[in-house]
Every structure is written in structure tokens, then in C-alpha cells.
């Protein structure tokens, strides 16, 4: 049963413009969201993060938006570079269950030069 | 941040042997690791969480006698696929996290297992 649900697998976005990654969770009990972006043959790198108790938080061009009630997450990446090509893996977290995560499918993003 | 090291990153071999892989933690000490499956297409989903110096963990669905943990030390995590078969090849990797208050896990680079 997939809880974490990432239903475009695959994005292209024009350089310099917003991408928005979204993602759909089904267990109201996850308290803690993550993004990862990850390479091809390379192992995910931490991205961005959010509490279950707030709804924004930003970290220079990325930014998460938690939407509880409608179990939605998202991350946009303004402006967007080509660098940012990868896929890109939410994630959630249970309580007090050490840290095990629950990947959604992932969206590959492409940012067109 | 923290430096997770995964060897190898490829691997392949002959139906029914055995092929070990390895986490490190290069730069801290990991209580915890945690060792993740992704199939082409697919999420990556949790095979087991390693406790060093106990058992580790299975989820559900996973055969622990095919999928041998060993989490010897507070650095190294030890991940043996037994008897291995073709519907083994698969993208293996773990991560590990920092201490007890961060909630980030730092992931290894990932495992590429061909079974022939």
C-alpha cells in the first residue's frame, strides 16, 4: 500500500521559470515531510524539510508548502536551472519510529536551457 | 553534511552466489541504519533497519535469511544478499542518521546488483 504518492512522474519546466513537485499522502499520522533529489546511480541528497506542524518553509530558491488537510505537500524551485535536473523523492516520517521513511514514486524534472 | 559511503557501487553475479555490501558512516556514528530496495519506476521501500549490536529489523514481506543485516559496528553496516537470482538485481542502498535529534537521514550513493 503505497502511503506516499507522487502522481506526475515526470516534469519539464523552462529554465528561470517555477517548478512545483507535488505529493499526496495518505497516513494522517506522519509528522515530519522530505524532500531528496536524486542522480542517476546516486543515492539521494537531503533537499528540503517540514514539520507537520507548520505549512511553509524555504531555503533560498526551494520551498515546501504542507497541506494537512488536504494530505498534500509540495516543493517549487523558483527560479528554476538546469542543474536542477533530477528526480526528486518526497518523503514521511511516523513518530518516534526511528527515522524509517516512506518514499513516494518520484517526478524527474527536467529544466529546459 | 554527514558522509555516507556505499560499497560497491556495482555488482554483478552469478545466480545463486552471495554479495555483500557495505555502509559506512565516514565522518559520524550510526546508532541506526537503514538498508531501502528501489525497482525500476518505483518509490524506494524499506527492507529492514539495522541496531548496532542487535538484530535488525525486517519489515514485512522481507526473508531475513536471504537479506543478512550486520550492524558490527557504530560505522559499518553490512547488507548480504544470500543465494542470490535474477529477481534480486535491483538498486540497493542505505542511510543513516546523525544522532537521535536530527531527522534527516544522509544516504549511501546505492548499490547496482545484476544477478546473471
Known amino acids: 500500500d503505497q502511503q506516499v504518492k507522487q502522481n506526475s512522474p515526470s516534469l519539464s519546466v523552462q529554465e528561470g521559470r517555477i517548478s512545483i513537485l507535488n505529493c499526496d499522502y495518505t497516513n494522517s499520522m506522519f509528522d515530519y515531510f522530505l524532500w531528496y533529489k536524486k542522480y542517476p546511480a546516486e543515492g539521494p541528497t537531503f533537499l528540503i524539510s517540514?514539520?507537520?506542524?507548520?505549512d511553509k518553509n524555504e531555503d533560498g530558491r526551494f520551498t515546501v508548502f504542507l497541506n494537512k488537510s488536504a494530505k498534500h505537500l509540495s516543493l517549487h524551485i523558483v527560479p528554476s536551472q538546469p542543474g536542477d535536473s533530477a528526480v526528486y523523492f518526497c518523503?514521511?516520517?511516523?513518530?518516534?519510529?526511528?527515522?524509517?521513511?516512506?518514499f513516494g514514486t518520484g517526478t524527474s524534472l527536467t529544466v529546459i536551457p | 553534511g554527514a558522509v555516507v559511503s556505499q560499497h560497491p557501487s556495482r555488482v554483478i553475479c552469478k545466480s545463486g552466489t552471495s554479495v555483500k555490501i557495505e555502509c559506512r558512516s565516514l565522518d559520524f556514528q550510526a546508532t541506526t541504519m537503514f538498508w531501502y530496495r528501489q525497482f525500476p519506476k518505483q518509490s524506494l521501500m524499506l527492507m529492514a533497519t539495522?541496531?548496532?549490536?542487535?538484530?535488525?529489523?525486517?519489515e514485512q514481506g522481507v526473508e531475513k535469511d536471504k537479506f543478512l543485516i550486520n550492524h558490527a559496528s557504530l560505522t559499518l553496516s553490512t547488507l548480504t544478499v544470500t543465494s542470490a537470482h535474477p529477481e534480486d538485481s535491483s538498486f540497493y542502498i542505505c542511510?543513516?542518521?546523525?544522532?537521535?535529534?536530527?531527522?534527516?537521514?544522509?544516504f549511501g550513493q546505492g548499490t547496482r546488483l545484476t544477478v546473471v
Open positions: 539495522s541496531n548496532e549490536g542487535s538484530k535488525a529489523t525486517y
Open positions: 518523503a514521511a516520517s511516523l513518530p518516534n519510529t526511528g527515522n524509517q521513511f516512506y
Open positions: 517540514i514539520s507537520s506542524i507548520k
Open positions: 542511510s543513516a542518521k546523525k544522532d537521535s535529534v536530527t531527522t534527516e537521514a544522509f
